[in-house]
């Protein structure tokens, strides 16, 4: 339907317009929107997704991604869990010590830098640390690196003079003076 917009009519077209009246904008839009898809907060609503907790997770979600991937990011999520308790149950690693590896921007340059693994995003170096590092490293691996990363092993100007690792570091992508 989207595709399909109603032609303006041929005054509107040649330049003559009408006073503009909200009450008939709104008057237009429900007749065209009730064709349409529902917005994602209002479709989750309408779905049963309706507590403040549900409708605020929506709401952050939606705000990163567009409708079509908002709602079933939130079906899936909801699927599992509905509530801040149930969330509380899911693995995390820094809040309840569960074994997770958290690959952020410092965890996927350092790794790749170090030639530990070769991944070209960070979910494929989660992936690929997943199955190569020892469980016992999975949470401290984000606690080190990110300070590391910052000032140490930094992304434009890496300071290897200065890194206790460079006598095994590959040096994956860094130039060399």
């Known amino acids: 339907m989207a595709d399909d917009p109603t032609p303006l009519p041929a005054d509107t077209a040649a330049g003559s317009k009408e006073p503009f009246d909200i009450h008939e904008v709104f008057h237009h839009l429900r007749a065209v929107c009730a064709r349409l898809p529902k917005?994602?907060?209002?479709?989750?609503?309408?779905?049963?997704?309706?507590?403040?907790?549900?409708?605020?997770?929506a709401s952050l979600i939606s705000a990163r991604?567009?409708?079509?991937?908002?709602?079933?990011?939130?079906?899936?999520?909801?699927?599992?869990?509905?509530t801040p308790a149930t969330v509380t149950a899911l693995t995390l690693a820094v809040g309840f010590s569960e074994p997770a590896i958290c690959v952020d921007i410092h965890v996927h340059r350092i790794t790749n830098r170090w030639g530990y693994v070769a991944?070209?995003?960070?979910?494929?170096?989660?992936?690929?640390?997943?199955?190569?590092?020892?469980?016992?490293?999975?949470?401290?691996?984000?606690?080190?690196?990110?300070?590391?990363?910052?000032?140490v092993c930094t992304g434009p100007r890496p300071k290897c003079p200065m890194c206790p690792l460079l006598s095994m570091c590959q040096q994956v992508g860094v130039g060399r003076a």
């Open 65 to 82: 991604t567009l409708d079509e991937a908002t709602i079933p990011v939130c079906h899936r999520l909801f699927a599992r869990a509905r």
């Open 39 to 57: 917005a994602a907060m209002f479709q989750l609503r309408d779905e049963g997704y309706y507590t403040p907790y549900e409708q605020l997770v």
């Open 119 to 151: 991944e070209p995003t960070p979910e494929r170096t989660m992936a690929a640390l997943a199955s190569k590092l020892s469980q016992q490293y999975w949470i401290e691996i984000n606690k080190r690196l990110v300070p590391f990363g910052k000032h």
